[in-house]
């Protein structure tokens, strides 16, 4: 891995891996529990994009998380993860939901399709790209790991048109 300085992400040399096995617990979980974390992250979530604070998102992580972003790189550690979601997300409040369309869950691992979607100015359907989001719970409602797949590209052109809907640039 190569990183630009401690605490910055760090970007694979040959390519991304799961990295979850380095923080997996070797438990056993309630599915139900697993459950309610997943409502409570989400419901972080939706919180977040409405008030604009990212820290209660955050601590949805345990302290040694990890967290891989494709388009960012590798984030280890809740205060990581933190400091990358607060400059990249703080302050901003938008217009914007992440509704988890379904869940897979097999014990700790969770697999959710999230389409990141900007509502139509015009009130026709939202601007959307979707994001393939693999989460290792941990226990005690928190998370252990989150890796988040999506193509950048077209992430980049939905952006583009919804801000072009907004009479932006």
């Excluded at 617990?25 to 997943?38: H, I, N, Y």
């Excluded at 992580?61 to 550690?77: K, L, N, P, Q, S």
Aim: proline share 5%; aromatic share 14%; glycine share 10%.
């Amino acid at each position: 891995m190569s990183t630009s300085e401690p605490g910055a992400p760090e970007h694979p040399e040959r390519g991304f891996t799961f990295l979850g096995g380095e923080v997996r617990r070797g438990r056993t979980f309630d599915r139900a529990e697993v459950e309610e974390a997943l409502r409570n992250y989400e419901k972080a979530g939706r919180e977040a994009v409405r008030s604009g604070d990212w820290n209660a998102w955050a601590d949805r992580f345990t302290e040694d998380a990890i967290y891989v972003e494709h388009h960012f790189g590798v984030m280890r550690g809740r205060e990581a993860i933190r400091s990358w979601i607060t400059s990249t997300m703080q302050g901003q409040v938008m217009d914007l939901v992440f509704p988890i369309e379904f869940a897979l869950i097999d014990n700790d691992v969770v697999f959710i399709y999230v389409p990141n979607r900007f509502p139509a100015p015009d009130g026709g359907p939202g601007y959307q790209f979707v994001s393939a989001t693999i989460l290792v719970y941990a226990g005690d409602g928190k998370w252990c790991y989150e890796e988040d797949i999506y193509n950048t590209a077209e992430s980049s052109r939905v952006i583009a048109l919804f801000a072009n809907a907004l009479g932006g640039s």
